[in-house]
């Protein structure tokens, strides 16, 4: 078997945040998979870049697939993390990739689409996404793809604690969204502390992300 490392370009007018995203042309919108939520809060952690927040927040208000937001913290000028609940409207495509056994490294917008890093213990499971696309009119493209050996056997770049500490959360279902476990059940599996295994998980996900996106001579150290 081997895993797949696949980018994919998607877009239609009630994935979560598209309609923010184009009312605030400044902004840049990146998910923040390491964060510790609650998997019975409903809520969902992105890094945003804007220009005005304000304008921001207005398209917010205005997009169906948004519900209740807060600012968490404004991390320096024109960068914040913002919390949302998504509403029915919304087409959430991380739920089709956790059911397929995979995980969304990266999400980040592309004007009105939305640029999916997606790693799959299978390029067969790609299909699931597919399927769902096609039955949702989403408008979907393959943008790349690579195959790796499988994670359990190949380093990828991570060292061995990363590799476990990414294991045991997907595992327990810490990518899914809503989350069936949070960032303190990983760590009390691993037994080591909550902001060791934020921080195993966060350059491993880095370096999966590194793995699929360069050549192993451009990789960095990190």
């Keep these: ?6 980018v994919v370009r998607v877009e239609h007018p009630d994935i979560v945040l598209t309609e923010t995203v184009a009312h605030d042309r400044s902004s840049r919108v990146q998910s923040v998979s390491e964060a510790g939520t609650d998997p019975t809060s409903g809520k969902f952690f992105y890094h945003i870049e804007s220009s005005d927040f304000q304008r921001f927040e207005d398209g917010l208000r205005r997009d169906n697939t948004v519900g209740e937001f807060e600012r968490v913290t404004e991390t320096r000028d024109g960068e914040a993390i913002y919390s949302f609940e998504y509403t029915d409207e919304a087409k959430v495509l991380s739920p089709v990739i956790s059911n397929a056994n995979g995980v969304i490294l990266e999400m980040e917008n592309d004007g009105r689409a939305w640029i ?26 393959l943008l790349r793809l690579n195959e790796y050996a499988s994670l359990g056997t190949t380093d990828a770049g991570l ?21 069936n476990a949070t960032l303190s059940d990983v760590a009390a599996d691993l037994d080591i502390s909550q902001p060791a295994a934020s921080g195993l998980l966060r350059r491993g996900i880095k370096r999966l992300v590194v793995s699929s996106m360069t050549d192993d001579g451009e990789r960095p150290d990190s």
């Design 116 to 141: 999916l890093t997606v790693w799959m213990p299978d390029r067969t499971d790609l299909a699931h996404l597919w399927d769902y696309a096609g039955r949702n009119d989403v408008d979907i493209e």
């Design 159 to 179: 060292t061995d604690s990363q590799r476990e500490a990414l294991l045991v959360a997907l595992d327990r279902g810490y990518f899914e969204e809503p989350r």
């Design 1 to 6: 078997m081997t895993d797949i490392k696949a």
